[in-house]
């Protein structure tokens, strides 16, 4: 029975050992609370680090004893993969850049050795449980390598990815040496998520302009798979923090932390020692409120509290002084024996004190420089059951494109800061029950276990979307039917494209002229007089000439400008006018002045903006511009605009492939029809051609076409099994 595995650097639970044994507390963070309701069911298990070294076997086969039986798996890893794997790589290379801060990035390349190499760990141990139908998700940063691993050895599988801190741009991206590995990792995976649009948007721009693959609306066709890329903000377990307030617990902690602020307003920082979290700036923007208006003084006082993290690394030892040093200097300088500024706590507080600290504070200061998404705003919102308190949120955190009914401001702003603090203190009340109201609405809908449920929907959409693309793929059985029809058939109609289809794009389109070996199988095919195979592309009718035009076939140029039937002259089929070239023609020379690489081709009834040659990305962008612009300037003219592979192409509307494809089928009138083509002009074809008409879409693209062949290579390959040479083969065989 398939079953769900999750993955992530550490497991949901915290082991201690000592004299007494081993003792597991499980954890309490939102993630692992979303994903029990997967992990726990069935057979499913979360697999990852422990969290501890072990380094006898004895010990290590206890751990894994009791940790099963919590549908946990564990990892083992050495010291030295933690220090240059996860400190390194990770934290050292991987956190800091992909949070914007490529000063303090490292590019060493033993760690990112560490990182291939327990990424490998991981995945061999994954190999010891997995199916070849299960589903596997894959958390964060730490494993990105993981899902292109699994998939090479699941292909089956059904993989996700989710990504929980920032995703770069990519002029920041671009700085990793190892950036195209990276990528192609989490290309392995069926589902990639992240927090906001704006990091899906990242990521999107990151792997076109890495790989060369394009996307159409989040989705890629990459080794024969959709890749879905999709943002999924993530929620808390609201109920558990609406509901703690009044529980005795939580009015206990309440009641003592009261009694040691005394009636003060309180404005409350919680964070993870970390330089992305914009502490130092928010203790300084609170002297600066206290210095800017004293009447502040001996009121209001802020409470500050910084979790452990990483503390031995130097950057975060340093920061960890910094903040001693901004709080000593406050409450050195307003301070006294009945009023201390700063509260600073330097330590995790269990969830009852929390709870508390969330439901006394009547400002929540949430302002990291830079964040994936952060929860503390979202707890601090679903603890405010009296509908009393503010929030400030950074907009550089992922929530702040939820929570729109905060104080949002720039973190680097100081002066934004100071004052949403005073109009904060200064709010009224009615003001900021409507504010809380709103947020709270948004959490209760949208929280952690619906989070998990809409990933894991998604997940199953994109499966069932691979499959009935792969339900299309002309295979061998298929293809040998094809063959077999074909030989038996007395008069057969090949309606076969050309760039992209029968050749390879080139950079330069003059440039794809058919080689020894295209010749060939179409000299062969040509020769069968139960045969007629007609070229039908957007090439002019000089280029179709000049390269095969000694060969027996007919032709169609110009997307149907031009018919040409075996042995006989070129025509039109009607008048077509072409006063429309000389007032689209300046604007394609503008856009070729804007976008370097670009150039026009001049064919007889249409004009081709090409772009292949262009900076990735450029042409893209113009090339949407160009096909608006266009579509604005041709609104009352009887032209069509036409998107191909890397070109933009204006021709008389009333022509396209199709309508000179059934002009072929009239006049022959076949009992064997077979189309290819590769782009979106050939799907006038494929729908125009009678339903018992064999046609084969090149490429993963959608399409009307019955049947694909991924590149031309396998297009080639199948017209061989058409000719007497194809036949040669088989008998020998």
């Excluded at 650097?9 to 994903?35: F, M």
């Excluded at 003059?510 to 045969?531: G, H, M, Q, S, V």
Aim: proline share 4%; hydrophobic share 40%.
């Amino acid at each position: 029975m398939a079953k769900t595995i999750i993955i992530s650097n550490r497991l949901p639970v915290k082991i201690h050992q000592d004299n007494h044994g081993l003792t597991l507390t499980p954890s309490a963070g939102g993630l692992a609370t979303g994903l029990g309701s997967i992990y726990k069911q069935g057979n499913n298990l979360w697999v990852g680090w422990p969290g501890l070294f072990l380094h006898s076997e004895e010990d290590q086969k206890k751990v894994t004893a009791e940790l099963r039986k919590e549908s946990m798996v564990p990892i083992f890893l050495h010291k030295e993969h933690i220090k240059k794997y996860y400190e390194g790589f990770s934290n050292s290379t991987l956190w800091p850049l992909f949070h914007y801060y490529p000063q303090l990035t490292e590019y060493n390349t033993e760690d990112w050795e560490a990182y291939v190499e327990v990424n490998n760990i991981f995945c061999t141990e994954i190999l010891k449980h997995a199916e070849p139908d299960d589903t596997i998700w894959v958390h964060d940063y730490q494993l990105l390598l993981l899902p292109e691993m699994l998939r090479k050895a699941l292909p089956k599988a059904s993989i996700g990815y989710f990504h929980h801190i920032p995703f770069p741009s990519y002029e920041i991206f671009r700085l990793l040496p190892w950036r195209e590995p990276l990528v192609n990792g989490l290309l392995g995976a069926d589902l990639i998520g992240f927090h906001t649009f704006d990091d899906m948007r990242h990521f999107l721009s990151t792997v076109s302009r890495t790989t060369g693959l394009d996307h159409e609306m989040g989705h890629f066709k990459h080794q024969g798979r959709f890749i879905t890329v999709d943002a999924f903000p993530m929620g808390i377990d609201y109920e558990k923090y609406a509901s703690s307030v009044t529980t005795e617990a939580v009015q206990k902690e309440r009641k003592r932390f009261l009694s040691s602020t005394g009636n003060q307003r309180l404005i409350l920082s919680i964070d993870r020692l970390d330089y992305t979290k914009g502490i130092p700036e928010r203790i300084i923007a609170f002297d600066q409120l206290l210095t800017q208006f004293p009447e502040y003084r001996q009121k209001v006082s802020l409470i500050l509290l910084v979790v452990p993290s990483r503390d031995t690394v130097t950057n975060y030892t340093h920061l960890k002084e910094e903040l001693e040093l901004l709080v000593g200097r406050i409450n050195g300088k307003y301070g006294n024996l009945e009023w201390t500024p700063v509260h600073f706590f330097y330590r995790a507080l269990p969830f009852n004190q929390l709870s508390a600290l969330y439901s006394i504070s009547d400002i929540a200061l949430v302002t990291p420089l830079r964040d994936g998404m952060n929860l503390v705003c979202k707890e601090f919102v679903a603890s405010k059951t009296d509908r009393k308190g503010v929030l400030v949120l950074s907009e550089m955190a992922g929530a702040a494109k939820e929570l729109t009914e905060a104080l949002i401001i720039n973190p680097n702003d100081q002066e934004a800061l100071v004052q949403s603090m005073r109009q904060a203190l200064e709010m009224p009340l009615e003001e900021q029950a409507l504010r809380l109201g709103e947020m709270q609405k948004t959490l209760q809908r949208y929280t952690i276990h619906r989070w998990v449920e809409v990933f894991m929907e998604r997940l199953r959409y994109t499966k069932e979307s691979q499959a009935n693309f792969r339900a299309k793929i002309l295979g061998r059985r298929m293809q040998q039917e094809i063959s077999d029809e074909f030989h038996t058939a007395q008069k057969r109609l090949l309606l076969l494209d050309y760039d992209g289809t029968l050749r390879s794009f080139t950079q330069r389109p003059t440039d794809a002229k058919p080689d020894a070996k295209l010749r060939e199988i179409l000299r062969e095919l040509a020769e069968n007089p139960l045969n007629h195979v007609v070229i039908i592309s957007g090439r002019d009718r000089r280029f179709l000439t000049k390269w095969l035009g000694d060969l027996n076939v007919g032709f169609v140029a110009e997307h149907g400008a031009w018919i040409k039937q075996e042995n006989q002259e070129w025509h039109t089929i009607a008048s077509m006018p072409q006063e429309w070239k000389q007032e689209i023609l300046p604007m394609l020379e503008y856009y070729v002045d804007r976008t370097p690489g670009s150039l026009i081709e001049h064919k007889d009834y249409s004009l081709v903006w090409h772009f292949r040659k262009s900076e990735h990305g450029l042409g893209e962008m113009r090339a949407r511009e160009l096909v608006s612009n266009l579509q604005y300037l041709t609104g009352n003219m009887d032209i069509q605009v036409l998107e191909g592979n890397k070109v933009i192409e204006i021709k008389n509307a009333g022509i396209n492939k199709g309508r000179a494809s059934m002009n072929f089928v009239d006049w022959i009138k076949p009992d064997f029809i077979l189309a290819i083509g590769d782009d979106w002009t050939d799907e006038d074809t494929f729908k125009s051609l009678p339903d018992d008409a064999y046609t084969i879409k090149v490429g993963n693209a959608d399409s009307a076409a019955k049947f694909k062949l991924k590149s031309v290579d396998e297009v080639l390959h199948f017209l061989i099994k058409l000719t007497d040479m194809g036949n040669e083969k088989q008998s020998v065989a």
